[in-house]
């Protein structure tokens, strides 16, 4: 017994070193055959990967190649070691993957509707002695939804805060929030990143606080998601601020020349949010005219009389505010003429008597001319007339001098 306790005591050792010496031959292996993507060396038969990125939904393609071949296979594996194709030989039943090329050098497969548990390394292997792999890291993009903005279910008063929310969910990385008033970008509170549970993607939420005046109802309040897996600008929401303020007012008379025994109206405009409903008129100097009818907005006299003339009030009001304005009524003479119309006058007028001016310079020079030239005509029909020493040879001259076309000519107008 105590012989066969030394002996086993002696193999253990033995065998313990046996195990290291096999351990440490294993690491030297798989340190030989992984090798990383991004290292190049001179081994034609090293194989050549490439990482990838794509979003979900799409398509990845996978490249594996060698520079040489001894009739070793190539093999793609996913994220798990399970082997997609050896060769042209499919490996694992997925209608996604799909072979591409299957060559001696080359070994290229797809794999469509990527979803993010394809994201990780996938190995390229050739089992030559050692066996030599590379690589390739795919990074699948999770697709922001469309941010959601809340905050604008009520209207917010003039000179108030209204602090608005967006929020998108489903990116990977997490995507960043952009706020925008009409066309400029505005700055928020910095984005709020949280994990959804059960998947590898997060929600972005970011927060935005504004005092709004008057100038800013129905201004574009827009959240724009930036994220590398939006291939064409950014996906945004925007909608409209609603703001609550008192009216301004402005009277508006139905034309700028009342005249005494016309009809005529006073009309109260009122721009405010919400549209005024309520509206008051008053006169300044005294108590309406009893001509004068109050007809909401409106106020409207059946027949100008020089007694109306004063000023008039307009108080307009909307529930937020009230906003008032005053407007001078002057009543004209009947047979009063409009600014306006006596510029109108005075332009044809300008215009007619440039006409007649024209008119009369073009007769002047017209009139000259044909004195002028009948002038001529009369001096040639009567030469060779002057030295003859009696009537009858005047003539006899007169009627020769027609008959020579080279000495004697006529002009006609």
């Not at 509707?113 to 390229?124: A, F, M, N, R």
């Not at 609550?244 to 009277?251: E, Y």
């Amino acid at each position: 017994m105590s012989g066969m306790r030394a002996s086993k005591n002696m193999t253990f050792p033995v065998f313990q070193r046996a195990a290291l010496r096999a351990l440490a031959a294993l690491t030297m292996l798989l340190a030989t055959s992984v090798r990383s993507n991004f290292v190049f060396d001179d081994d034609p038969l090293q194989p050549v990967t490439q990482d990838e990125t794509v979003s979900v939904g799409g398509v990845v393609t996978l490249t594996c190649s060698v520079k040489e071949n001894d009739n070793s296979s190539l093999q793609w594996s996913n994220t798990a070691q399970q082997t997609l194709y050896f060769g042209e030989k499919r490996a694992l039943r997925d209608n996604r993957i799909q072979l591409v090329k299957s060559t001696a050098t080359e070994l290229i497969i797809t794999i469509s509707e990527v979803q993010l548990s394809d994201d990780g390394e996938y190995t390229c292997s050739i089992f030559t002695m050692p066996v030599r792999t590379a690589r390739a890291t795919v990074t699948v993009l999770g697709v922001p939804g469309k941010p959601v903005i809340t905050g604008f279910e009520d209207a917010v008063q003039e000179g108030g805060k209204v602090t608005l929310t967006c929020t998108s969910s489903g990116s990977k990385p997490p995507a960043k929030l952009h706020w925008f008033r009409d066309q400029e970008e505005i700055q928020g509170r910095p984005d709020v990143v949280e994990s959804n549970p059960d998947e590898p993607t997060y929600t972005v939420t970011s927060e935005l606080t504004l005092a709004v005046s008057r100038h800013d109802n129905n201004a574009l309040i827009a959240c724009a998601v930036d994220h590398p897996s939006i291939a064409n600008g950014d996906k945004r929401t925007e909608q409209p601020l609603n703001v609550l303020f008192s009216p301004s007012v402005s009277i508006q008379p139905e034309s700028d020349l009342p005249r005494e025994g016309e009809k005529f109206f006073l009309q109260c405009v009122g721009n405010g949010n919400p549209e005024p409903t309520a509206f008051v008129w008053r006169r300044k100097d005294g108590e309406l005219p009893p001509m004068a009818k109050v007809d909401d907005a409106f106020l409207r006299f059946e027949s100008l009389n020089k007694t109306d003339n004063g000023v008039y009030e307009c108080q307009a009001d909307n529930g937020i505010g009230t906003g008032d304005v005053t407007h001078t009524l002057l009543v004209q003479d009947p047979t009063a003429m409009s600014t306006s119309s006596g510029v109108d006058h005075a332009v044809i007028g300008g215009v007619v008597a440039v006409i007649v001016f024209i008119m009369l310079c073009l007769l002047i020079v017209l009139g000259r001319y044909l004195i002028r030239h009948k002038g001529t005509y009369l001096t040639h029909e009567a030469k060779g007339s002057d030295d003859a020493p009696d009537a009858d040879t005047a003539i006899i001259n007169a009627e020769g001098g027609h008959s020579g076309v080279d000495d004697k000519k006529e002009y006609f107008i």
